[in-house]
Nanobody, 123 residues
Framework: QVYLVESGGGLVQAGGSLRLSCTVS????????MGWFRQTPEKEREFVAV????????NYADSVKGRFTISRDNAKNTVYLQMNNLKSEDTAVYYC????????????????WGEGTQVTVSS
């Protein structure tokens, strides 16, 4: 069984920053492509960012390009999402996920999910 635990969410003013972390309880962490998604009650789960198992390549949703950065530390079994210049429309529950396909962007392409962490951006 693989467990993913997100942390780092909270309340921040527009223009501020947060760093989310996701720790994975698997010795095979370095074999996973890791992604971040977000969801609000009004919308379906939305792709945010993904990073290759080696950390060598990344991909982002257009809405976060230039503001968010995904990274990973395979020695710590952890993936990060640095979020800068936050906007009210970034308010959502953020989920990390693990998959095997190359840089997947669809929820169905991931095999394991965390429980999510709430990010609220006040305007």
């Amino acid at each position: 069984q693989v467990y993913l635990v997100e942390s780092g969410g909270g309340l921040v003013q527009a223009g501020g920053s947060l760093r989310l972390s996701c720790t994975v309880s698997a010795r095979t962490f370095s074999s996973f492509e890791m992604g971040w998604f977000r969801q609000t009650p009004e919308k379906e789960r939305e792709f945010v960012a993904v990073i290759r198992r080696s950390g060598g390549s990344t991909n982002y949703a257009d809405s976060v390009k230039g503001r968010f950065t995904i990274s990973r530390d395979n020695a710590k079994n952890t993936v990060y999402l640095q979020m800068n210049n936050l906007k009210s429309e970034d308010t959502a529950v953020y989920y990390c996920a693990a998959g095997f396909q190359v840089l997947p962007t669809k929820p169905r392409d991931y095999v394991c999910w965390g429980e999510g962490t709430q990010v609220t951006v006040s305007s």
